[in-house]
């Protein structure tokens, strides 16, 4: 297949949550989108809603980012496209006692995060590199910043996120191509992560964004060519507390903040 003159900004994950507010403003200024999502999840009619909305081409692609086979089907199908800007949106998390968490849980969170993100930038640098300038933005999470009790997989793959991506940045260097990382803080997004925000309480409450401005910051501050964003000023200072607080005082309060939580959805199912 011949490959199209109009570039194309991916996005994972994008049928809800964060990456359906990047695919909103990246429509909203004219970007043509190729909307990754699983199955089943109407990602074809937010597609074709922007196109008709904002008349540009919305092409939406269906796969389960923690299956190789999937993983192997999009890269075959998004390299007939030219491709500008790459948002590695998806990904899973949530609280639960590592023990009682399943290894498939454990290892989704793993193929998802991490290795999908991974793949998807190695695969797709032979692509971006054709363009003039072209962007990869990662998306990491404030969790980064701290080993979590009751997470500990998903911090650790954010953690992974990070490092990576200021890695790939440097090496990247003096290329076309401009790399960021991503570290939100609490958003509603999914109903269980919009429950723990609504419960949040003291400080920390403060630091909720919405998706919507979430995705605004980090958009304007990726094609600023900054390398690491932290959304909202107190996303900014707390990202500071868990980088500086010695690390067994912040496991003592994230614990007594954690267990409740890890509880109460391991009592949930
Ligand atoms: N919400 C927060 O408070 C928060 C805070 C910090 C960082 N983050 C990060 O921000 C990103 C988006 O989070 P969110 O809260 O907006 O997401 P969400 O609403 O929980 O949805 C998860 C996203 O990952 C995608 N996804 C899940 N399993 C997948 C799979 N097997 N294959 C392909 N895609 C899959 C979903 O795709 P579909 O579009 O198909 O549903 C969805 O877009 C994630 O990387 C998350 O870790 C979120």
Redesign the pocket.
């Known amino acids: 297949m011949k490959k199209t003159n109009q570039k194309y900004t991916l996005i994972?994950?994008?049928?809800?949550?964060?990456?359906k507010a990047f695919a909103e403003i990246c429509a909203k200024k004219m970007q043509n989108l190729i909307l990754?999502?699983?199955p089943n999840?109407n990602?074809g009619k937010l597609a074709k809603e922007l196109e008709e909305k904002y008349g540009i081409k919305a092409i939406q692609y269906e796969?389960?980012?923690?299956k190789k086979e999937d993983l192997y089907k999009v890269i075959a199908f998004v390299k007939n496209y030219r491709i500008n800007m790459l948002i590695n949106?998806?990904?899973?998390?949530g609280a639960k006692r590592f023990e009682d968490a399943t290894l498939t849980y454990l290892s989704?969170m793993v193929l998802?995060?991490i290795l999908s993100l991974v793949t998807l930038t190695h695969q797709l640098l032979p692509v971006l590199k054709q363009e003039e300038e072209a962007y990869i933005l990662n998306?990491s999470?404030?969790?980064a910043f701290a080993p979590m009790p009751f997470k500990t997989v998903y911090p650790a793959s954010?953690a992974f996120v990070y490092s990576f991506s200021r890695g790939l940045k440097s090496e990247l260097e003096y290329s076309n191509i401009h790399v960021a990382v991503a570290h939100?803080?609490?958003?509603p997004?999914?109903e269980n992560?919009t429950k723990r925000?609504k419960a949040l309480t003291g400080m920390v409450k403060y630091s909720v964004l919405t998706?919507k401005e979430t995705a605004e910051i980090c958009l304007e501050k990726l094609l600023q060519k900054k390398t690491v964003i932290i959304p909202g000023k107190f996303n900014w200072f707390n990202s500071l507390l868990l980088r500086f607080l010695p690390i067994p005082l912040q496991l003592k309060i994230l614990n007594g903040k954690l267990k409740p939580e890890a509880s109460e959805i391991q009592s949930n199912g």
């Open positions: 994972t994950g994008s049928s809800q949550g964060l990456g990754i999502s699983l999840e990602n796969a389960d980012l923690t949106n998806a990904g899973i998390g989704d998802l995060n998306i999470s404030v969790a954010k939100p803080g609490p958003m997004t999914n992560v925000v998706p």
